[in-house]
């Protein structure tokens, strides 16, 4: 019997970002398809908006594109709306190259927390514009800063941890009890490496971006609630115990063989997620909305796809489910603000977030929205919801977040020591 989610429960939640998430498409198209310039521009007539995004990672998505367009072709038939695919993987680089030579585009779709705070001073305001919204959607602390609201939230993301229900049984392993402590899954990773031909976790980690998850997807069982608080609040000390033993369980985990080969050289999206859906791996650390969520591995595993909790490491902590807002537009040209209002208005339009929760997988900001689901792991997550805790790595700036990455990648290598890394994290964090 399917159990109908609804997400109103998440109303008051302290959301944030997400980084790392969304295809990449090499071609551009405007509304009516037709090839575009990759170079966008802001410098066309009135009547057209050029918008910079990574693509639409499958057909669910590119309805939902279709039906945001729709939504703004109702308030403005006469623009012309030309969206450019940029690859994710270059994206805020080309976008920070375009908009120093001035042909940046009149919007961007920007990652919530770090992405987009980061280039606020760049984008135009719209805190007034869309104060009407607030109510109705859940995640607004990804796109605001400075006491400035720059886009509006369309779904909520998070790192759920997702498991192979049959894997863990080949391993001798319950599994309908996943692991709740870290002695508990390290246990159950050496019982996966020695009993199956899969790898304990999925990883990709050519982008650097492993460590992140990994830092947000176990770090309510490793920090207080006070420690983790205060990371949030940008009050965080790389030289702290836990903040150590972070990188320490990182650089260990890959020591103890808990990841498939060449991991550094595996791309996250979606290479790693490809991993899990195929049954090479018993656990992912993945997303809940946008890819790499509980819909698309459930067309490939079936009931025997799993979702845990993060396990508790250490004493003194309370384990939430890391969620927080997730993706938005932002507004790069003031001669074109209120026509960006309105595109990001269509953005969330109801009937375009309701369509896309049900065909794509999505768990929207939008409130008021019900997402109809037989796929327990989806129901198990937004159970999670209300008490959910943002992203730390979100909270990271993003010359930190950068030099993360790289340590991650070293740390996975066994080319830098976590004494080092601590030293130059400290560093950064200055």
Same mark, same amino acid.
């Given at each position: 019997? @399917?159990?109908?989610?609804?997400?109103?429960?998440?109303?008051?939640?302290?959301?944030?970002? /997400?980084?790392?998430?969304?295809?990449?498409?090499?071609?551009?198209?405007?509304?009516?398809?037709?090839?575009?310039?990759?170079? +966008?521009?802001?410098?066309?007539?009135?009547?057209? !908006?050029?918008?910079?995004?990574?693509?639409?990672?499958?057909?669910?998505?590119?309805?939902?594109?279709?039906?945001?367009?729709?939504?703004?072709?109702?308030?403005?038939?006469?623009?012309?709306? &030309?969206?450019?695919?940029?690859?994710?993987?270059?994206?805020?680089?080309?976008?920070?190259?375009?908009?120093?030579? +001035?042909?940046?585009?009149?919007?961007? !779709?920007?990652? +919530?927390?770090?992405? %987009?705070?980061?280039?606020? *001073?760049?984008?135009?305001?719209?805190?007034?514009? %869309?104060?009407?919204? &607030?109510?109705?959607?859940?995640?607004?602390?990804?796109?605001?800063?400075?006491?400035?609201?720059?886009?509006?939230?369309?779904?909520?993301?998070?790192?759920?941890?997702?498991? =192979?229900?049959?894997?863990?049984?080949?391993?001798?392993?319950?599994?309908d009890q996943p692991p709740q402590t870290w002695d508990e899954l390290s246990s159950a990773c050496q019982a996966i490496l020695d009993k199956t031909d899969a790898s304990c976790f999925?990883?990709? =980690?050519?982008?650097g971006l492993g460590i992140e998850f990994f830092l947000s997807g176990f770090g309510s069982g490793i920090f207080t609630p006070e420690e983790y608080d205060a990371w949030i609040d940008?009050?965080?000390?790389?030289?702290?115990?836990?903040?150590?033993?972070?990188?320490?369980?990182?650089?260990?985990?890959?020591?103890?063989?808990?990841?498939?080969?060449?991991?550094?050289?595996?791309? #996250?999206?979606?290479d790693s997620f490809d991993l899990f859906s195929a049954g090479d791996a018993a656990m992912v650390i993945g997303l809940m909305s946008g890819t790499a969520h509980w819909k698309q591995?459930?067309?490939?595993?079936?009931?025997?796809?799993?979702? #845990?909790?993060?396990?508790?490491?250490?004493?003194?902590?309370? %384990?939430?489910?890391?969620?927080?807002?997730?993706?938005?537009?932002?507004?790069?040209?003031?001669?074109? @603000?209120?026509?960006?209002?309105?595109?990001?208005?269509?953005?969330?339009?109801?009937?375009?977030?309701?369509?896309? *929760? !049900?065909?794509?997988?999505?768990?929207?900001?939008?409130?008021? %929205?019900?997402?109809?689901?037989?796929?327990?792991?989806? =129901?198990?997550?937004?159970?999670?919801?209300?008490?959910?805790?943002?992203?730390?790595?979100?909270?990271?700036?993003?010359?930190?977040?950068?030099?993360?990455?790289? /340590?991650?990648?070293? !740390?996975?290598?066994?080319?830098?020591?976590?004494?080092?890394?601590?030293?130059?994290?400290?560093?950064?964090?200055?």
């Amino acid at each position: 019997m @399917k159990r109908t989610i609804i997400t109103t429960a998440v109303a008051g939640l302290a959301l944030v970002s /997400l980084t790392g998430c969304g295809g990449a498409a090499p071609t551009t198209s405007n509304g009516s398809g037709s090839s575009e310039s990759p170079n +966008g521009g802001s410098a066309g007539s009135a009547t057209e !908006l050029t918008i910079w995004n990574w693509g639409d990672a499958d057909e669910a998505a590119a309805a939902y594109t279709d039906d945001v367009k729709a939504a703004f072709a109702e308030m403005h038939p006469d623009v012309t709306v &030309k969206i450019v695919n940029q690859p994710f993987d270059q994206y805020y680089t080309l976008l920070g190259s375009a908009i120093e030579a +001035g042909t940046g585009p009149d919007l961007a !779709l920007y990652n +919530g927390g770090t992405q %987009i705070k980061s280039r606020a *001073s760049s984008l135009v305001p719209i805190t007034d514009e %869309i104060a009407d919204l &607030k109510d109705q959607l859940a995640g607004w602390p990804a796109f605001e800063e400075g006491g400035e609201t720059y886009s509006a939230p369309t779904f909520l993301q998070g790192f759920p941890i997702y498991y =192979n229900k049959a894997l863990f049984e080949e391993a001798g392993l319950d599994a309908d009890q996943p692991p709740q402590t870290w002695d508990e899954l390290s246990s159950a990773c050496q019982a996966i490496l020695d009993k199956t031909d899969a790898s304990c976790f999925a990883l990709g =980690n050519k982008e650097g971006l492993g460590i992140e998850f990994f830092l947000s997807g176990f770090g309510s069982g490793i920090f207080t609630p006070e420690e983790y608080d205060a990371w949030i609040d940008g009050e965080r000390d790389w030289t702290s115990e836990h903040a150590t033993q972070v990188l320490q369980m990182w650089a260990d985990s890959s020591a103890d063989g808990w990841y498939n080969d060449g991991a550094n050289s595996t791309a #996250m999206f979606n290479d790693s997620f490809d991993l899990f859906s195929a049954g090479d791996a018993a656990m992912v650390i993945g997303l809940m909305s946008g890819t790499a969520h509980w819909k698309q591995f459930d067309d490939f595993l079936g009931d025997d796809l799993g979702f #845990m909790m993060p396990p508790t490491t250490n004493d003194g902590t309370t %384990i939430a489910l890391p969620a927080e807002g997730g993706i938005g537009y932002g507004i790069l040209n003031e001669g074109k @603000k209120d026509l960006g209002v309105d595109w990001i208005r269509a953005t969330v339009d109801h009937d375009a977030l309701a369509a896309y *929760s !049900l065909a794509g997988g999505q768990i929207t900001s939008d409130t008021t %929205i019900t997402l109809d689901t037989d796929i327990a792991s989806a =129901n198990e997550i937004v159970a999670e919801l209300p008490g959910s805790k943002p992203l730390l790595h979100t909270a990271l700036g993003a010359d930190e977040l950068d030099l993360l990455h790289r /340590l991650g990648q070293q !740390l996975l290598n066994g080319d830098v020591t976590v004494d080092d890394a601590t030293a130059q994290l400290a560093a950064a964090k200055g």
